[in-house]
């Protein structure tokens, strides 16, 4: 099982991800509850909406691994939240890898499970943002999916270099790192430099309605 | 498969609640993939929680045509809507018909799975307001699920007129068109005239909690 | 059927969570679908997320008694509201009542289903706040989980219980009872005591970011 690079992977992105939920746990001053809620619900939410879809086993109830990941983190985050100086820049870093991991690896699954390439990136978009979707909502922070920056576009980016690649028969590794890459840094720019798609603008002089 | 009338309605019901959902992107003024995602996650939101619950393969993970319909809608919708004088109304008459239609198709496509009348109405109605409701969280839209004008109502009335008329033996077609016209005309009668049931109402001097 | 403990216990934690929904539909004066739909989505909430993640049949769908008992629950509310003096204390004991009886249920249906014993408890805890959740969002209520008092941890506190003594042979009620009144009366302590874990501080002089 460890040596199963996707595993890995998938274990890592949960890590990042709870890290992230228990980091807006902190935000909101909650107790280690909250602490252990939120980073649970973040780290394993995006695979578990993908298992469900797939009609696979949810990969947290096979497997506990994923679950004392989420409590590990939220622990520590609970100490180690107070030293760090500005914590919304390191929630923001930790959920753009997340984002970049989980894109490419939703739809690796769903085309392991024959699901057709479109299919495969939308379970890869979904993937990578629902766990910060729960994470923000239940939080009252505003989602980042809303914000304007290139957010979601991200995912989508991961995930469509990986589907083409895997399609064309690239193998896994080949076609995973530069996906999760060029995801990370799309985000990345979008974070450093606030990278905006064009926005549709209603008319001047026409109503909001 | 386009020669089935359950598969072309439930083709149908997508684009109306994805031009719903893109309506609503440009409402909130979004990037071109936030009127994918919210066109998205409007349009194939209801069937995939009916899907889910009745444990049947999520359908548009095993055919692209539903997603193909969704970034349409968005598309179309991102170059159309400056030229539509007001967007909330025909936001609205789709969401209408998406209702009366998903109604229907969720209880027939329950019954075909074998639930009881109860729960296929159940069904019917959720997967007619999920989707929407999605919309109308994402977007910080109040949930029309929410309004105090007959909204829900509709979905059930069709749902129950279409599970009653097939309990009965009625073939699907007979069953299935005066049912979808009758949640549609309720939800039309709400929008024009406010139409409400009566609601609860504390009595006067009763405090709040 | 209804010589079965666990499927009574779930009707009976199913009726308590759709009356505090109907509550809840009270204090926003709905109509009486709007009661109908919250005391359903609040009762069976829970359990549907519980079977989906299991990968059982969701128990309203091949059962109707669950879907009677939210609508009568409705029904009973939307008459009797009015002649209750306050209603947010009963709201909150009827919610104590049914996070204990589902944390219990949720977990020795996860257990049932073969789960370790970490997804066990986090199954009972998902079971026990999913529909208080879905009724809280759904009618712009605060989410009694994000109140400061302990709440999650009375779930856990019963999964957990109950579980640890299921791994350990105890029999079915031998475990269950002690588990669901150690749960019940640890929300019943926060509900009249306001108790609350400690929670995390930012320090002084940090900013909130």
Chains 1, 2, 3 share one sequence.
């Not at 228990?22 to 107790?31: N, T």
């Not at 004392?68 to 959920?95: E, G, T």
């Amino acid at each position: 099982m460890f040596d199963n690079p996707v595993y890995l992977a998938d274990l890592f992105a949960v890590a990042v991800f709870a890290a992230s939920g228990a980091l807006v746990a902190s935000r909101a001053e909650m107790d280690i509850t909250g602490f252990a809620l939120l980073a649970t619900f973040t780290g394993i939410g995006g695979g578990t909406l993908r298992d469900v879809i797939l009609d696979r086993p949810v990969f947290w109830v096979v497997d506990q691994t994923p679950l004392v990941i989420c409590i590990l983190a939220a622990i520590l985050v609970f100490f180690a939240a107070p030293h760090i100086q500005r914590r919304y820049p390191v929630l923001l870093w930790l959920d753009a890898v997340g984002i970049a991991f989980y894109g490419v690896l939703g739809a690796e699954i769903a085309l392991g499970m024959k699901a057709a390439p479109l299919p495969a990136i939308a379970l890869g978009m979904m993937t990578a943002t629902f766990g910060g979707m729960i994470r923000d909502v239940v939080s009252n922070e505003v989602p980042l999916i809303l914000k304007t920056e290139i957010y979601a576009t991200a995912a989508i980016l991961a995930a469509s270099l990986h589907v083409v690649a895997r399609e064309a028969g690239v193998p896994l590794a080949a076609a995973a790192i530069p996906a999760v890459l060029a995801g990370f840094l799309l985000r990345a720019v979008a974070i450093r430099k606030g990278l905006q798609l064009p926005r549709y603008r209603s008319r001047p002089g026409r109503d909001y309605g």
